[in-house]
């Protein structure tokens, strides 16, 4: 089995440090976190821009090119709504280290993301939800197979759809955390890749309970199958639990110093 | 049905690492494929063959070998010889003398014999030590600082000494560290990491991973040589696609099948044949394993294991 995939996720317009040097193409800030993320293990990294109706083309070229000739070609996921922005990265990014990801498709008004990762030979996260959450399991599988379905009629390997069941927040939706942990095994058992953002679950918990609740999470969650995540790879506790479940997985040769590289 | 070939694709290889300077250099590594596996893709480098000697001279060495270095007074004259060989690629001079338990030769004579041994031949060397941790962890970084400019492989640092040695010959002197362990992938693995936490370049390390001679205990040698290709390829793990080089011939020729005399054992037959045996099967397996290089100590030995891996490319 491969090992774990995290997808950093702290280059995102909803922290103001991030959506101020994006809007100024100012590099150190960005540079800054795309390095910290990377020094704690993060594989990709997610850039969501937003929106970025204006000027989306040129801010995600600009963002592709800075990061990618920094550090090595960092595989990359391009996270906006605008299209166009995620092709015009496309067009500059290099793909020695990983296809990109596109970020995201669902099963509704955002599906035509599919076909533009089938386009483009890219991965395309593909969030099992049509507009609403997934009101049960069947309602997430059936989104699951008609995404993989427009996937594989595109010509796309299946393994480049990474589903996404859609972590729900434990304070007001603590029944349905089971739910979700069997989607991904039913995902698994498809043979299929999955990610998400994990750290929903714990939304509007203490700073201090979030890494404990990701990291049981995750535990659970790789236990399942899940092979992905988008995640804070600058949470110690998390990517130590991540490390250590790649480990029992034999996703990884232990080393004493495992937790160290 | 048309048979349709499905090469077994790894985006992943094993680091090339390159010993000797100038005109005389060899590759190690720098496949992504396992062993001879060259129809899932191209060789990049074959593995290669080192010829042993010692700083003890012929002393206890067969027939057979003592013959092939018939007239060779010095260590300069069995290092040329040595050379010389068919198939050789390198030359792999061990430091046994300096082992305490035996004859517990000063650094200073040792490194005299190294000298001997570098001037005399502008191959690529391997320097071996005398296994004794704390005799190595002060002799190696001499040796390597002697040699430098020489790009030689020091042979070995262990988990007990590997700050000293690791530093002298991968940072100080900028040679290429070996690491060794004891067929254990753990500590395999472990060993390149704190090594290159001391600073070490992941492309300057080989990994000595162990050996044994088949029939003793050799199973957990290629468990463990086919598990590190595994990780190194399957799961791109860059602390264990460092090449392997197995020094076979310290094994083979200490078992008893190799060294009894043939007065002592008439019904087993000419001691050097049986050798000889010994050494080809280890080594052989050893490559099919996973090992980029192998050490012998036999002209025979040497010439048939080339000669194998040539028809295998």
């Known amino acids: 089995m491969a090992k774990f995939v995290t997808i950093g996720e702290r280059l995102s317009t909803t922290a103001p440090a991030v959506n101020k040097a994006f809007t100024e193409r100012d590099p150190e800030p960005i540079l800054k976190r795309a390095k910290q993320q ?32 920094e550090f090595d070609n960092v595989p990359l996921a391009l996270d906006t709504t605008n299209m166009k922005a995620i092709e015009a990265g496309i067009s500059v990014y290099n793909r020695a280290k990983g296809k990109p990801i596109v970020n995201s498709a669902d099963a509704g008004d955002r599906i035509a993301n599919i076909d533009l990762a ?69 995902f698994s058992e498809m043979g299929l890749n999955s990610t998400g953002g994990l750290s929903n679950n714990s939304n509007g918990m203490p700073k201090h309970i979030r890494p404990i609740m990701d990291s049981a999470l995750v535990a659970m969650c790789m236990m399942q199958g899940l092979t992905s995540a988008i995640v804070n790879p600058n949470d110690l506790r998390l990517m130590e639990t991540i490390k250590s479940c790649d480990i029992f997985k034999n996703n990884t040769l232990y080393a004493d110093s495992y937790l160290e590289i | 049905m048309p048979f349709n070939q499905k090469p077994q694709k790894f985006n992943a290889k094993i680091n090339t690492v390159t010993i000797g300077s100038g005109d005389k250099t060899v590759a190690l590594g720098g ?10 893709a191209p060789t990049e480098n074959t593995a ?59 650094v200073d004579e040792l490194i005299a014999i190294v000298k001997e041994v570098a001037d005399a031949v502008d191959c690529p060397l ?30 070995a640092e262990k988990e007990e000494n590997y700050k000293a040695i690791g530093a002298a010959a991968g940072l100080a002197y900028n040679q290429i560290v070996g690491a060794e362990s004891a067929v254990d992938i753990n500590l395999a693995k472990q060993l390149n990491v704190v090594t290159t936490q001391l600073g070490v370049n992941a492309q300057k390390i080989v990994m000595n991973i162990g050996s044994a001679c088949a029939g003793y205990g050799y199973e957990y040698v290629v468990s463990t040589m086919d598990r590190i290709k595994g990780a190194a390829l399957g799961q791109n793990d860059n602390m264990l696609q460092m090449p392997i ?23 087993w037959g000419p001691q050097d044949e049986r050798g000889i045996d010994m050494e080809i099967m280890t080594a052989a397996a050893d490559l099919a394993a996973g090992s980029d290089a192998v050490i012998l100590r036999h002209p025979q030995s040497v010439a048939t294991i080339s000669k194998m891996i040539k028809a295998l490319a």
């Open chain 2, 48 to 106: 290669k063959v080192g010829v042993e000697i010692t700083d003890m001279g012929l002393e206890g060495v067969s027939e057979g070998i003592k013959a092939y270095y018939e007239g060779a007074t010095t260590m300069a004259d069995i290092a040329k010889k040595a050379a010389a060989m068919e198939g050789a690629d390198f030359v792999a001079l061990v430091l046994e003398g300096g082992d305490p338990n035996g004859e517990n030769k000063s």
């Open chain 1, 38 to 69: 990377l020094d704690a293990g993060a594989t990709y990294l997610d850039v969501n821009i937003g929106p970025a109706e204006n000027d989306g083309e040129d801010l995600m070229k600009w963002a592709v090119k800075l990061l990618q000739s």
């Open chain 1, 118 to 186: 089938a386009a483009n030979d890219a991965i395309v996260i593909a969030l099992c939800s049509s507009g609403m959450v997934a009101a049960d399991n069947d309602e997430r599988m059936m989104h699951c197979q008609n995404m993989l379905e427009r996937g594989m009629m595109l010509g796309m390997e299946p393994t480049d759809l990474w589903f996404d069941p859609l972590f729900l927040v434990v304070k007001g939706m603590q029944d349905k955390q089971m739910e979700v942990l069997e989607a991904i095994k039913m």
């Open chain 2, 31 to 40: 496949n992504s494929t396992f062993p001879f596996y060259s129809f899932d």
């Open chain 2, 245 to 267: 080089i197995t020094p076979v011939a310290s094994e083979t020729w200490g078992v008893k099948e190799a060294s009894a005399s043939e007065a002592d054992m008439p019904e």
């Open chain 2, 126 to 155: 391997v320097v071996e030590g005398c296994k004794n941790v704390e005799k190595d962890a002060e002799l190696l970084p001499k040796v390597a600082e002697v040699l430098q400019g020489r790009n030689v492989l020091i042979l």
